[in-house]
């Protein structure tokens, strides 16, 4: 190419746009399809109710603290889910939490968590 050319400098700036306007591009497809695959991702839609810190189901976390004896007893042990392939959970919690007569107990608490909602039924305490 000739560099006396006095189209040189038009030419040279439009090869860095068209290369830059590629780069965003393909970055702009990149994120689309990892949001695409999050959003279909029935596993996203699940765990997303649940807590990162101590992966409990704040909800039902809450619930079942605030309906103890003794509130500020309360411990959360772990919480599994089995998902029925329906848009509902079922969410079994282990906690520990002091008795009427002040002993800690260490109990299970069910549930069925509606993964499109964030809300529970079905309560069962054990």
Known sequence: MNTNNK???FIK???IILV???????????NKKQSEFEANDPKGRIERHFSKYDG???LFRNYIKDNLNNPSSFEHVETRYTDNNDGTVNVIM???GE????AILTKY???VLS?????????VVE
């Open 7 to 9: 189209y040189y400098p």
């Open 115 to 123: 993964t499109s909602t964030g809300e529970f039924s079905d309560v």
């Open 13 to 15: 700036w439009a090869i």
């Open 20 to 30: 830059i306007i590629f780069f965003m591009d393909q970055c702009f497809k990149s």
């Open 94 to 96: 282990k906690y520990r």
């Open 99 to 102: 008795n009427a007569f002040g």
């Open 56 to 58: 409990s189901y704040t």
């Open 109 to 111: 608490a069910k549930c």
